[in-house]
């Protein structure tokens, strides 16, 4: 198995930087050199026509020292400057030893032919050399006069010194690089651990999260994209601080709920079984047991319709109905015991009808779950108002008790799961498995509402919630069904 030897961003980063770098270096370096090169070529080719044109007018003004006007010219100029007949007659004047291999070598008649035919009297400079030797060579040529058939002049200079100019700057563009590409790995483990070291602290606080402890928080500097992941892993590990309490308190508050009727009954079923309790008292005590088991299946189902919400596996289904109709049918259910605790229902609608567009089951629940406690929560004799009233495209529906009321430091509380105002001073009878008003915002939330609560201790408690208000004639396109989110 191939190792990878680049396993870390930080090494990974490193890396392509430093790479980045050299070839940005070498690749600047290596069009200098060729601009540069082509420049001194260019520029010696022109200088080498120069000569060529001085040749030609001093073979063309027939002075009897033209050859030694045409040595001085090579000798001065370290050239090689060659006269070439037609019938490949050549005469070369040169002072440099060096130029004699390629003074030397006679010229074939398709090389002649070749230079001939790009040869005038203005002179050009010959890029692909006709002659190969030790050294490389620039030549520039042109006619002797301006009858082509008087033969060719050419003049052939060194570019070793050109070349070896070439030579050094590749040298110091290799240094360069090196010192470049030395500074660049500095530069770069500097950023690279800059850029990297947050996401290094960041993978070890998320680790400590994933073993549950959610207290290490991420050090947040400056406001670039690391800072603000760091954030956001910050507001994530506190609201998973809070969801772990919920869920501890959760497990907690359904131990208890489950523990104490489940205590009950086994005490109470024991002491009948074992004769404490004699059988002629036996109704009385069975009579508790159902009613514990009564507690405990309504908790379970409480539990179960909560998760089913919050699970978003019930589909939610929206039909137009009139919810003061709704109301009257609720309140029919609790006609008994409004008359066993002799209460007056106080019912005010600002209209007739109000229909709206909702889950009549789900609404139903809510306001059973409303009216259920402001029974439970207020004293005998006292009155439950329900009323109904629409704003535009909204319908607002509420439930007041003039009960004992909730302390202001316990209403953002009374929607959260299990939440009891006043657990040690509330009587038994008033106890509640804490999970109905966390039923009701859920079911109001799923239908894309809200619900709100104002209470005050000793002045009774309101609960207010909206609806979407519909025309009777309304009718929903996806068939009533939605699924709660």
Not at 136 to 158: F, K, Q, R
Not at 447 to 461: D, F, N
Not at 475 to 485: A, E, L, T
């Amino acid at each position: 198995m191939r190792k990878n030897r680049f396993r870390t961003v930080f090494s990974r980063l490193m890396v392509m930087q430093c790479l980045t770098v050299a070839a940005a270096i070498i690749l600047i370096g290596a069009v200098l050199a060729i601009t540069v090169y082509a420049g001194r070529v260019g520029e010696y080719g022109t200088q080498l026509n120069l000569y060529a044109q001085n040749a030609r007018e001093s073979i063309a003004s027939g002075a009897s020292d033209a050859e030694r006007r045409l040595t001085y010219l090579a000798s001065d100029n370290g050239l090689l400057v060659e006269r070439i007949g037609t019938h490949d007659d050549v005469t070369a004047y040169y002072s440099d030893a060096k130029w004699q291999e390629y003074a030397a070598q006679p010229l074939s008649d398709t090389a002649y032919a070749r230079i001939e035919t790009g040869a005038n009297q203005l002179g050009d400079v010959m890029r692909r050399y006709y002659k190969s030797g030790s050294f490389p060579v620039l030549t520039a040529y042109c006619t002797v006069s301006d009858d082509p058939n008087d033969g060719l002049i050419t003049v052939t200079g060194d570019l070793s010194p050109i070349r070896e100019a070439l030579r050094d700057m590749i040298l110091w563009t290799v240094l360069i690089s090196a010192g470049a590409l030395i500074g660049s790995g500095v530069v770069s483990y500097y950023t690279a651990y800059r850029v990297i070291n947050p996401f290094v602290e960041m993978n070890h606080v998320v680790q400590c999260y994933s073993r549950g402890d959610f207290s290490t928080r991420i050090p947040v500097e400056g406001r670039d994209e690391a800072a603000q992941l760091g954030k956001s892993l910050n507001e994530m590990a506190e609201q998973l601080r809070e969801v772990e309490e919920t869920r501890r308190s959760f497990v907690a508050n359904v131990s208890h709920e489950l523990r104490s009727p489940l205590t009950s009954m086994k005490g109470f079923l024991e002491a009948m079984q074992d004769g404490t309790i004699p059988p002629e008292n036996y109704p009385e005590y069975i009579e508790i047991v159902l009613n514990e088991t009564r507690r405990m299946v309504t908790l379970v189902n409480d539990l179960l319709d909560l998760a089913r919400i919050e699970s978003g596996t019930i589909q939610l289904n929206f039909e137009v109905f009139d919810v003061n109709e709704l109301i009257r049918r609720t309140l029919l259910t609790f006609e008994a015991r409004l008359v066993e605790n002799e209460m007056e229902m106080e019912v005010r609608f600002a209209q007739e009808q109000c229909t709206v567009l909702a889950d009549q089951a789900q609404i139903g629940q809510v306001l059973r779950n409303l009216i259920d406690n402001a029974i439970k929560y207020s004293p005998k004799g006292r009155s439950i108002a329900v009323s109904t009233y629409s704003m535009r495209k909204t319908v607002y529906v509420t439930v007041r008790d003039n009960g004992i009321g909730i302390p202001q430091e316990d209403v953002p509380h009374v929607f959260d799961r299990f939440y009891k105002v006043e657990k040690a001073h509330t009587p038994a009878p008033q106890m509640g498995s804490g999970l109905g008003l966390s039923i009701v915002k859920r079911i109001i939330e799923s239908h894309g509402q809200s619900i709100t609560v104002r209470s005050a201790r000793g002045r009774g408690t309101q609960f207010t919630f909206t609806l979407e208000r519909a025309s009777a004639m309304k009718r929903v396109s996806d068939g009533g069904k939605r699924n709660v989110s």
